[in-house]
């Protein structure tokens, strides 16, 4: 089974554009959600979609948003990019069955600069 | 503010030794994830424990969940090189994963 992707792997764009990545989860999984990874913050959760739905959302800004397709792939984008934005986004996706301790199985992520 | 407390944040030692990480909260989660996480690459789950006062081996891998399931160690005997990389714990907090900071640990030969 292939594993979880994201394109693209890396990507510069500047302060106030905005930005578009992309998750392909593993097939047959439902569940995709997306974390931000920087080196002050490490690891948080933006949000999670099944069936087409946001069913968990971090505490991030509006500037953050996303969406899930009837495939399962998700996109999330950013507006008005700003520096702290800066970052490695990390999807990963699940079977999505709401169970405790369900594994969740990580992309390579997306880095992205902002300049 | 980290829900998931990690220490040490970084560990250096030489191959054949034993090295520990801890991961200590004062909220309670319905489980506990670790994760290693190399280099380029995103986070490779390593363990799911449950129960608390459970005890999970991996290899050379020993997992520890606390009995009030608020606080979980990893201890790694004998380390080798391929043991480098950045060591996560996640609480699973109503079907979000909350992460500590991490580990890092370097392995030298």
């Known amino acids: 089974k292939a594993g979880v992707t994201q394109t693209p792997r890396y990507l510069i764009k500047t302060r106030g554009q905005q930005v578009t990545l992309s998750c392909s989860p593993i097939?047959?999984?439902?569940?995709v959600s997306w974390y931000q990874q920087t080196p002050g913050q490490g690891l948080q959760f933006l949000f999670e979609?099944?069936?087409?739905?946001?069913?968990n959302k971090g505490n991030f800004p509006g500037r953050f948003s996303g969406r899930q397709f009837s495939n399962s792939r998700s996109e999330m984008n950013v507006s008005t990019l700003e520096l702290g934005d800066s970052a490695l986004y990390l999807c990963?996706?699940?079977?999505?069955?709401?169970?405790?301790?369900?594994?969740?199985?990580f992309g390579p992520g997306t880095r992205l600069l902002v300049l | 503010t980290q829900l998931l407390e990690q220490s040490p944040q970084f560990l250096s030692i030489q191959e054949g030794e034993n090295l520990t990480v801890y991961c200590n909260s004062s909220s309670v989660f319905s489980s506990l994830q670790w994760y290693r996480q190399e280099p380029g690459e995103g986070p490779v789950l390593l363990v799911t424990?449950?129960?608390?006062?459970e005890v999970k081996k991996l290899k050379r891998l020993t997992f520890q969940f606390g009995d009030a399931r608020k606080d979980s160690s990893l201890h790694i005997t004998a380390a080798q090189p391929g043991d480098t990389g950045l060591y996560l714990c996640a609480g699973d907090s109503w079907g979000k994963l909350q992460f500590g900071a991490g580990t890092q640990v370097v392995v030298t030969p």
């Open positions: 979609y099944f069936s087409e739905t946001q069913r």
């Open positions: 097939s047959g999984h439902r569940s």
């Open positions: 424990v449950v129960t608390g006062g």
């Open positions: 990963a996706s699940s079977l999505g069955v709401g169970l405790g301790g369900e594994t969740q199985y």
